[in-house]
């Protein structure tokens, strides 16, 4: 280990990916980023199933290379029985899309990317406590029998579902029990995904030619079945049932799996990040990609604060990013367990999540009363449609002699947005056609743009947009101004 600084700029608790993707964003902007590891790498898992988006976070990162190992798994097809009991369809392994790693492999590679980097590691090391003095975080930490302190004016909590007590959570789900264990089978080349009535099973080829079956329950029809366990479970099952034999000797592993929100995630500079902050229903199996892409954000929040340690805006765009990613996700995972099971209203464990709801009653804090005022907030609710692609050229013929103005149900809000890697705010544009306000389209700032267009032609928009863009995206770009009719003819 190197020397150590004396003062850190952000100082982060875990090696995992939530971690990482901070550290390495925040030492490409300059500052000086330390870390504590309870464990020695490599160590085992579980996880190793990524979502497609991963590939992009990982090229933001300039960190795509460490995806590309032969002994990852691409593109697996699956076989599914998911809304009807009786029907079972393939999904074929998309191109460029989800990817099963080794993920003691990975998070140690990505660690050693963050360390060349400039990460100052310590590494087995366990935070004993944390002061805050003056404008600065006091971190007693124990490295194997050596006693460290370390001074930081941030520090970012990613350790984890470990890093955040019972007292200090909200629940966004009811728990679940996973069960899990491995055949050693290189036979069984795709995926099974299969709802019943207890719960949902998931199985999948892992690293070293082994292949995974997990099963999602609810704690107490674990205890149930708790004489054939997992095999019990399967059973059950269409796609599962033909592994019983090949598991009855293997270890089973269970774990508590509770989904939560933080009460105090941002907490006089001391910042939770990725599972700490927030841990999504494990039917989105989206974890990994959603910590990575959350710690994104955050590390523009860290940014600004360094850069003005007065202004409000980066706490306040922390928890308003963590707020619509637990309301969207909470919102989801009910309408997706709702329509998941045919006999969702019979069945205990679709219905009790299905019908969930937050209680902050005994859990209040400043940020869960903010969430709940969201939550209450009626917000319309859009139809999304399957429009098939539009033939751009033809559309702008339509209005090619037309002049264009901006929609009177346009209207204007400000936001907090990102410009150049801080958080500011900016105007966006509000329709009943937008879900969401929207400050930039495509890099494109549409309050700046859309406030001097009013008249114009078509053509006369198109070069405009043409001079800080390619034409064919500014052909793209006006074409979803005016199908979504933000923009329409003066006639």
Request: charged share 20%.
């Amino acid at each position: 280990m190197n020397t150590l600084p004396e003062h850190f700029d952000v100082f982060i608790l875990g090696a995992g990916p939530a971690g990482l993707c901070a550290a390495i964003r925040l030492l490409d902007m300059g500052y000086v980023v330390g870390m504590i590891e309870q464990e020695q790498f490599p160590r085992p898992q579980i996880g190793e199933s990524l979502s497609p988006g991963i590939h992009n976070i990982f090229e933001y990162l300039n960190a795509a290379h460490l995806l590309e190992d032969s002994t990852y798994i691409k593109n697996i097809p699956a076989k599914i029985i998911w809304e009807s009991k009786e029907h079972s369809y393939d999904r074929p392994g998309p191109d460029n899309g989800g990817i099963v790693v080794d993920r003691s492999k990975l998070d140690q590679e990505l660690l050693k990317f963050a360390v060349s980097k400039g990460l100052h590691l310590i590494q087995p090391a366990k935070l004993r406590q944390a002061i805050h003095s003056g404008n600065d975080w006091i971190l007693e930490i124990l490295n194997r029998s050596a006693g460290i302190s370390i001074h930081s004016k941030i520090v970012l909590d990613a350790r984890g579902r470990k890093g955040t007590l019972l007292n200090e959570r909200l629940p966004i789900a009811p728990s679940v029990v996973a069960a899990w264990t491995h055949i050693d089978d290189a036979v069984v080349k795709e995926s099974f995904i299969e709802a019943f009535a207890e719960g949902w099973l998931w199985g999948s080829p892992v690293s070293v030619n082994r292949y995974r079956i997990m099963a999602f329950t609810d704690p107490g029809t674990l205890k149930e079945n708790s004489g054939s366990h997992l095999s019990g479970l399967m059973s059950k099952t269409a796609l599962f049932a033909p592994f019983v034999n090949k598991i009855r000797n293997s270890s089973i592993e269970t774990c508590l799996v509770s989904s939560f929100v933080a009460l105090a995630p941002w907490n006089k500079q001391f910042v939770k990040i990725g599972e700490a902050a927030f841990t999504l229903d494990p039917l989105s199996s989206t974890g990994v990609e959603k910590a990575m892409r959350f710690s994104l954000q955050v590390a523009i929040a860290i940014n600004t604060y360094l850069k003005d340690p007065q202004s409000e805006h980066p706490k306040n765009f922390y928890e308003e990013k963590l707020i619509e990613s637990v309301v969207s996700h909470t919102n989801w995972t009910a309408d997706y367990y709702r329509k998941a099971w045919p006999d969702c209203k019979t069945a205990a464990f679709w219905m009790k999540r299905a019908s969930f709801q937050l209680d902050i009653s005994k859990s209040k804090s400043d940020f869960t009363l903010k969430l709940e005022k969201v939550l209450n907030n009626d917000r319309p609710v859009f139809e999304k449609k399957q429009v098939g692609p539009i033939p751009v050229d033809y559309f702008l013929s339509r209005f090619w002699n037309e002049k264009i103005v901006v929609s009177p149900h346009v209207s204007f809000k400000a936001v907090y947005a990102i410009d150049h890697d801080c958080v500011v705010i900016k105007r966006a544009i509000i329709h009943p056609n937008l879900e969401l306000p929207l400050v930039y389209l495509d890099q494109l700032e549409l309050y700046s743009f859309l406030k001097d267009i009013n008249g114009s032609a078509i053509s006369n928009i198109l070069d405009s947009l043409n001079r800080s863009m390619a034409m064919e995206k500014s052909k793209k770009m006006l074409v979803f101004l005016l199908s979504n009719r933000l923009l329409v003819p003066t006639r």
